[in-house]
């Protein structure tokens, strides 16, 4: 089975400054791969998805992220946060079918 | 279009007692599942509906129940609490399958139930 590590479980950045959130994945192939926002009290949202178009792939809110297969990684950027970017972030593998398998969760925190 | 909708959004039990966590989605998706989340595990499929009338275990289904007599509901059964249940609970919804055969699909979420057992 497909599985994905969250190497950070809290993220600290000042506001204005760049974003890294990472996520290294375990497969026997180029799987693909989300990853989800979930806000305060919130449900998750989609951030953004690695099908195997392009290796940089463009999210909503200003997010992007890059494939690396040589790495194993999908790590999460944003050039500049916003304090509304604070939320617990989600690196997800699908597995058979529909399932999904979630890291464990970054809590990123935006200090003003 | 509610999307993916649960109720309740907070819950207290007692040890031993039973409930069912209702989910509804308005999106005619095939794929319904129930997750679990808790504090640096991420979410955890309980079980998870590839359409009416079929169920299937996850990774962690010991302790819950479901059934899916329409496409649009899928409620998730405690038969008897304990407080190792104590979660925030979220039911997601996505199509089976995309054009061209492949299953990876968004899935939506709702926005959770919070249980806490006693």
């Known amino acids: 089975a497909q599985s994905v590590t969250q190497l950070d479980s809290h993220v600290s950045v000042s506001e204005g400054t760049p974003v890294l959130l990472r996520c290294n994945y375990s497969s026997s192939y180029s799987p693909s791969l989300f990853w989800y926002v979930q806000h305060p009290n919130k449900g998750l949202q989609l951030l953004l998805k690695y099908t195997s178009a392009a290796t940089l792939v463009k999210g909503i809110n200003g997010f992007e992220a890059e494939f690396k297969k040589s790495e194993t990684s999908f790590h999460l950027t944003k050039p500049s946060a916003h304090m509304s970017d604070a939320a617990e972030y989600f690196c997800?593998?699908?597995?058979?079918?529909?399932?999904?398998?979630f890291g464990g969760g970054t809590r990123l925190m935006v200090k003003p | 279009n509610a999307g993916v909708t649960q109720t309740p959004k907070f819950q207290v039990l007692k040890t031993g007692q039973s409930m069912t966590l209702q989910c509804a989605q308005d999106?005619?998706?095939?794929?319904m599942s129930w997750y679990r989340q808790d504090p640096g595990m991420g979410l955890r499929l309980i079980h998870y509906s590839v359409g009416a009338g079929i169920t299937d275990q996850g990774e962690v289904p010991n302790g819950y129940n479901v059934s899916r007599s329409t496409t649009e509901d899928f409620p998730l059964r405690l038969l008897s609490a304990a407080p190792s249940q104590t979660s925030v609970y979220f039911c997601?919804?996505?199509?089976?399958?995309?054009?061209?055969?492949?299953?990876?699909?968004?899935?939506?979420f709702g926005p959770g139930t919070r249980l806490t057992v006693l």
């Open positions: 997601a919804s996505s199509y089976l399958r995309l054009a061209g055969g492949r299953t990876n699909n968004e899935q939506f």
């Open positions: 997800v593998v699908p597995n058979a079918g529909n399932m999904l398998t």
């Open positions: 999106m005619n998706h095939e794929y």
